[in-house]
């Protein structure tokens, strides 16, 4: 038995493995760009009610389709009165939020519109940003001015099959 052990080994097949190492490294410099955004609000109306009249000041049952201005919606006069006459219950409820006007110029970086919702970014300065990566995988990140970024990373893979 012990002379047979030799052979196995003789008639045992090759293994094989494919293997992949790979090293990555990079440096991301970047200036952001001067941006604004804004959202702008607009204008809500609303009135509900039981057992009341309403009117316009000049129409019974109607409701004054107000004016607009700027972009601005204002409701005109409305008047309720109870139209019950023995008691009974009413209930009525007006509301009524301002939008914000049309601008009439596009926004200005760096100062505050006429709008609800405003994001200003002043466009970045390159300053000394640098960067880099040595072949001995050090990292080298220098800062830059406002509104930029530096990033540096090293990424190594090693993978069998």
């Given at each position: 038995m012990r002379r047979l052990i030799p052979f196995l080994f003789l008639?045992?097949?090759?293994?094989?493995a494919d293997i992949l190492h790979s090293i990555t490294s990079s440096a991301q410099l970047t200036v952001g760009a001067a941006s604004t955004t804004a959202t702008r609000v607009p204008s809500t109306f609303s009135i509900?009610?039981?057992?009341?009249?309403v009117t316009d000041g000049t129409t019974a049952g109607t409701i004054s389709a107000g004016t607009v201005s700027s972009g601005i919606y204002s409701p005109g006069t409305i008047a309720a009165t109870q139209n019950a006459t023995g008691g009974e219950s009413f209930s009525f409820s007006q509301s009524y939020i301002q939008g914000d006007a049309v601008p009439t110029s596009a926004p200005t970086v760096g100062t505050v519109g006429n709008f609800s919702s405003q994001n200003s970014v002043k466009g970045g300065t390159a300053g000394s940003l640098a960067g880099g990566?040595?072949?001995?995988?050090?990292?080298?990140?220098?800062a830059g001015g406002e509104n930029s970024t530096a990033i540096g990373s090293i990424q190594s893979e090693i993978r069998i099959d």
């Open positions: 008639l045992a097949s090759p293994v094989q509900s009610g039981t057992g009341v009249d990566v040595t072949s001995a995988g050090v990292i080298t990140l220098t």
